[in-house]
């Protein structure tokens, strides 16, 4: 079920009336009624599925029970272990296992052997690198003794399958989910119509900016040996906004959503276009993934309280590990070996901490700080191609064509209406950059009929220059 479907359009309202109208004061039923909710609307992708998740969540809640009530701390490693290798290897099952099978062959065919080895057709379930990584923040935190472990099996399994949070993050933490959880909820309007706000700032992202973006990403990706080196960057610029509009704006909904219901989701991206350098993207751009690597990897290696060429080992780690996060492709880990690269001067000149403040307080951004915004841009921009890519093959002669003679052509497309929607996000994000997200603050001082029809032409925008549903690009990861 897409948050930008029919579907769900049907389905919240029916779940808003039950969980508020008819459940408004019983906890439990509130709990029981979302678990069943959203397994229903995670079965709207396959059925099959529910039993792959249901016993992922089994696993983690004994496993958690298990290492609690232990008192040998070789018992406890003994479950911890058990859930980790449980968990990742259904993961590497169904997410790597043709991908290691067939590298391996294409290994031993350079050497001159043909081997025989077969592949299976696996179907990939739609957000398992998310609820994974879900339980496992919880187990480990058990085992380090930073949160008791949950008895309500309901209470739990409503952690890790949320239907907001369910398919496409954010990755949340046992030790900020679980207590909203447990904790009495009461309907809030200002709460809700903030949320309805950020809803609709999540999908004019998706069906308008990204969406847009794609109809001309699609084309000149699929058919880059047709273009110039300006339409390749183009395309490249293109695929940039896609990917972000559609994996923020997927966020957004979701934590409008979960505000309606009560809930405070982590934030998962802050206004990364405006980044200054890339250790700012990255602590900008999908927050609760790059802040659950540093604190369950980067930090447990050492972090940066190590000497420098660890450090260094510990950046590659992280972010060859996040790259293989998102995909069974060698072109996913060229993209995170290319952010490490990007990453390392700023780690071996201390540079790495220069923009903790985490976004530019004048109105106006100087020439200086302009600069540094479009280089940091045009280098996630190119990393993007790697990630974008078919393959390697295919990044390489993308990226070869576009340091060609062709470069200073004009490019083939040069969509006027999508550079006005890009404008638009631009405009609206830069002076919310200091908030929540874009929306959530801006014409707050403008007369409320002009402020409500603000609202209706967003909405109107939405509707009319929405296409075929298009699923989020964060479904496949």
Excluded at 20 to 38: D, Y
Excluded at 115 to 120: A, E, M, Q
Excluded at 307 to 324: A, E, T, Y
Aim: glycine share 6%.
């Amino acid at each position: 079920m897409l948050f930008n479907s029919v579907e769900f359009f049907l389905f919240f309202p029916i779940v808003f009336i039950i969980y508020w109208l008819l459940l408004g004061k019983k906890l439990k039923a509130q709990n029981v009624f979302l678990l069943i909710s959203s397994y229903f609307f995670y079965s709207f992708w396959d059925y099959r599925f529910l039993a792959l998740l249901l016993f992922s969540t089994l696993l983690d809640f004994f496993s958690a029970q298990k290492i609690a009530s232990s008192t040998s701390n070789s018992i406890k490693e003994r479950w911890l272990w058990f859930s980790i290798i449980l968990n990742l290897g259904f993961l590497g099952f169904f997410k790597y296992y043709n991908f290691f099978i067939e590298s391996f062959a294409d290994f031993l065919f350079k050497f001159g052997f043909e081997p025989n080895i077969w592949t299976l057709r696996i179907i990939l379930p739609v957000g398992i690198s998310f609820y994974t990584f879900h339980g496992l923040s919880y187990i480990i935190d058990v085992y380090k003794e930073r949160i008791k472990p949950e008895k309500s099996f309901i209470d739990y399994g409503l952690f890790v399958s949320f239907f907001p949070l369910l398919v496409a993050g954010p990755i949340e933490r046992a030790t900020h989910l679980l207590p909203q959880i447990k904790k009495e909820r009461f309907f809030n309007y200002s709460r809700s119509v903030d949320g309805l706000k950020q809803i609709l700032w999540g999908l004019f992202k998706k069906v308008v900016v990204a969406d847009n973006c794609a109809k001309y990403a699609n084309i000149i990706f699929n058919q880059s040996e047709e273009f110039s080196g300006s339409t390749l960057v183009l395309g490249a610029v293109f695929f940039a906004f896609q990917i972000y509009c559609d994996f923020s704006g997927y966020s957004d909904i979701a934590l409008g959503t979960a505000r309606i219901l009560g809930f405070d989701l982590l934030k998962n991206f802050s206004f990364p276009c405006f980044s200054r350098d890339i250790a700012e993207f990255w602590r900008k751009w999908h927050i609760s993934l790059s802040s659950w690597f540093r604190d369950y990897i980067y930090i447990p290696l050492g972090g940066s309280r190590v000497s420098k060429l660890k450090q260094v080992r510990n950046v590659f780690v992280i972010f060859l590990l996040s790259g293989f996060w998102h995909g069974a492709n060698w072109t996913f880990l060229a993209w995170g070996f290319l952010h490490a690269l990007y990453f390392l001067p700023l780690l071996l000149l201390g540079k790495n901490r220069n923009n903790l403040d985490n976004s530019i307080k004048k109105k106006m951004p100087g020439f200086k700080e302009i600069m540094q915004i479009l280089i940091t841009f045009s280098l996630v921009a190119f990393a993007w191609i790697f990630f974008r890519a078919e393959n390697l093959n295919h990044a390489f002669d993308y990226i070869s064509e576009i340091f060609s003679s062709s470069l200073f052509s004009i490019p083939k497309y040069l969509p006027k209406r999508v550079f006005l929607f890009i404008l638009v996000l631009m405009m609206i994000e830069w002076l919310g950059r200091n908030n929540n997200y874009g929306l959530e603050k801006f014409g707050i001082n403008w007369p409320k009929p002009i402020r409500i029809l603000f609202y209706y032409g967003l909405l109107f925008m939405i509707f009319y220059f929405s296409g075929d549903d298009q699923q989020f690009i964060y479904f496949q990861f």
